[in-house]
C-alpha cells in the first residue's frame, strides 16, 4: 500500500471525475492521500474532503504566491483553529516561490516565518514549498528553529547540498514526477543519496504528471510510477520501497490509521 503525501483533489481539474479518480487511486494501492489546502479557497474544499473519505487527510495553511491576500492575523487563527481537527496533520504548504511574481519577497517572508511559528506552538509538522528559493529557505527554517517540528521538502527539486541541510533540519524529502522524467539527472541522484527512512512520495496532482504519462493530468494513482521509479533506484523491490514511505508518511504526519 502507498501513500500520496501531497494532492490537490480539490481542484477544478477533478470537478468531472473526482470519484473515479479516487476510486482508480484505491484500486492501484493507494491507501491514504494527504490533500492540500493553501489558500482562502482551497482550505474549505481540503477539508471537505477529508471529511467525507476517512483514508484523505488534510494539510491546511499559506501558499507563498497567496501571500499577499493573507489576512495575517485572522488567517492565523483560522490555521490555528483547523489544527484542532483530527484530520489535519499538518501545516502547508507555506515557504517561498521566486518563480511566479505575485507576492513580494518581504511579505511571503512574513508569511512564512508566522507560520513556522505557529507549528511550533501547536507542534505541527510543515510543508515547505520551494521555488528557486533555497538559500533563503533554509536561512528562514534555520532562524525560526523548524527542526524542532520538522516535516517535508515537497517535490524536491534542489541539489544534495541543499537536501543534506534539510535532512539535518528534520525534513523528510519527498519526490514526485520529476524524479521519473528520463532526463532528471539530479533528482535521481538525490533520491539515491537520501536515507530510506527520510524518503516520501507524492504526486502533486493534478500537476506535475510523470513519466509516460507526462503532459497529461497528473491523479494520485500515478504515485505507483514514482515508487517504482524509487525502487529502482534504490535497488529495492517496489514492494519495500512501498512499506518504507509508507511508513515514513504516517510516523511524519501523525497518521495512526
Excluded at 501571500?67 to 495575517?72: E, G, P, R, S, V
Excluded at 484530520?87 to 511574481?101: F, M, N, P, Q, S
Excluded at 534555520?142 to 521538502?153: D, L, N, P, Q, T
Excluded at 541522484?189 to 497529461?216: F, Q, S
Aim: with cysteine; charged share 30%.
Amino acid at each position: 500500500m502507498l501513500i500520496d503525501t501531497h494532492a490537490h483533489l480539490d481542484s477544478p481539474k477533478f470537478d468531472n471525475d473526482r470519484e473515479e479518480v479516487i476510486f482508480r487511486a484505491r484500486q492501484a494501492g493507494i491507501d491514504t492521500i494527504v490533500n492540500i489546502g493553501f489558500n482562502r479557497e482551497t482550505i474549505p474544499t481540503t477539508m471537505a474532503l477529508a471529511e467525507k473519505y476517512d483514508f484523505i487527510y488534510a494539510v491546511v495553511g499559506w501558499h507563498p504566491t497567496d501571500a499577499i491576500d493573507m489576512k495575517l492575523e485572522e488567517d492565523l487563527a483560522w490555521i490555528e483553529q483547523l489544527c484542532s481537527h483530527p484530520k489535519v496533520v499538518a501545516i502547508g504548504e507555506i515557504g517561498l516561490d521566486y518563480h511566479w511574481d505575485t507576492s513580494p519577497k518581504d511579505i511571503q517572508h512574513t508569511v512564512f516565518r508566522e507560520q513556522i511559528r505557529l507549528a511550533r506552538r501547536l507542534n505541527k509538522p510543515i510543508v515547505i514549498h520551494n521555488r528557486d528559493a533555497h538559500e533563503d529557505i533554509l536561512r528562514l527554517l534555520k532562524e525560526e528553529k523548524a527542526s524542532e517540528v520538522g516535516g517535508i521538502m515537497h517535490c524536491f527539486s534542489g541539489s544534495w547540498e541543499t537536501a543534506k541541510q534539510c535532512l539535518d533540519m528534520n525534513f523528510h524529502i519527498s519526490f514526485g514526477g520529476p524524479v521519473t522524467f528520463k532526463n532528471a539527472r539530479v533528482p535521481k541522484e538525490v533520491l539515491e543519496r537520501v536515507p530510506l527512512d527520510r524518503i516520501l512520495l507524492e504526486t502533486d496532482a493534478p500537476y506535475l504528471t510523470p513519466h509516460p504519462y507526462r503532459g497529461k493530468r497528473n491523479e494520485s494513482a500515478y504515485v505507483r510510477l514514482v515508487a517504482e521509479t524509487a525502487a529502482e533506484i534504490k535497488g529495492i523491490s517496489l514492494e519495500e520501497i512501498a512499506k518504507i514511505t509508507s511508513d515514513n508518511g504516517r510516523r511524519c504526519l501523525g497518521i495512526t490509521r
